[in-house]
């Protein structure tokens, strides 16, 4: 698997909120995010999220 991008349930785990909110925050075009060829699962690149967390001012597990 590609370290720099990672699944909904990923993001929200590392950003400690529901996967519904990263779902929510993607559909406001809040967090970049695109989906996986024939799949069709959303995807986020780990550099989006990254911006989106520092913009956002995001309490994350390694916060602190």
């Known amino acids: 698997m590609n370290n720099n991008v990672l699944t ?6 590392l950003c400690m909120v ?3 909110t ?4 993607i559909k406001r075009n ?4 695109f989906n996986t060829k ?3 699962i959303i995807k986020i690149r780990k550099e989006d999220l990254e911006d989106f967390i520092r913009k956002n001012n995001i ?4 916060s602190g």
């Open 8 to 13: 909904v349930k990923q993001a929200a785990d």
């Open 59 to 62: 309490l994350t597990k390694f």
């Open 38 to 40: 024939g799949k069709g």
């Open 22 to 25: 990263i779902r929510r925050w």
């Open 18 to 20: 529901s996967p519904e």
């Open 30 to 33: 809040d967090l970049q995010a």
